[in-house]
């Protein structure tokens, strides 16, 4: 009897595979205060600059012990008229080569990615001005009392997405803008 009881324990535990531990998952949201996202460009007449003030930014990571292992989703969203440069007229020029009416949100979502001790790399798909299109980036990555911070440079091609270069008349001159534009974000988000 004891030698029957002993088997229909054993037997089970060799049939059926072990269970793989799952690695806890943490949802994550970027704190707007503290990140920022800044658009560089250049044109015929002078470097400039401007800042999105509204964005909203969440993701799920898994983690293995105090490190994030994986990122399983990771989404930013922008305000298209919340790009401001200080200039009232630079910010009309950008609204109207954005459409801002017609494309009030851009998009960027990661679809895949790979995490390299701080360096996370992959490829990022944007929605801007109706047009998608995915583009690789790295980016550094720290996790620190809790908080997640991502720092990167992106470099695109506005024409890529269907967007005309703005122009712009000052007194005799004519400024137009190149078309390549490079992103500096810095995003840190928080468990919620």
Known sequence: ?????????????????KTIAKKPVINMEVNAMSSSFNIYGDSSLKKWETKVTTFYG????????????KINSFTIDLESKDIKSGSD????????????????KITGTIKNSTISENMVTGTMEFDLHGVRK?????????????????EGE???????????????????FSATVTPEINIKYKFDLEAK
């Open 1 to 17: 009897m004891k030698l029957i009881s002993l088997l229909t324990i054993l037997i089970p535990l060799t049939i059926y595979p």
């Open 58 to 69: 969440k993701g799920s990571f898994e983690m293995e012990g105090e490190k994030i292992k």
């Open 89 to 104: 007229t630079m910010d009309e020029h950008t609204a109207s080569a954005l459409e801002i009416e017609k494309f009030p």
């Open 134 to 150: 995915s583009v690789p980036f790295n980016s550094t990555i720290s996790l620190s009392s809790g908080k997640l911070t991502v």
């Open 154 to 172: 992106q470099l695109l091609n506005i024409t890529d997405f269907g967007i005309t270069p703005p122009i712009t008349k000052i007194l005799f």
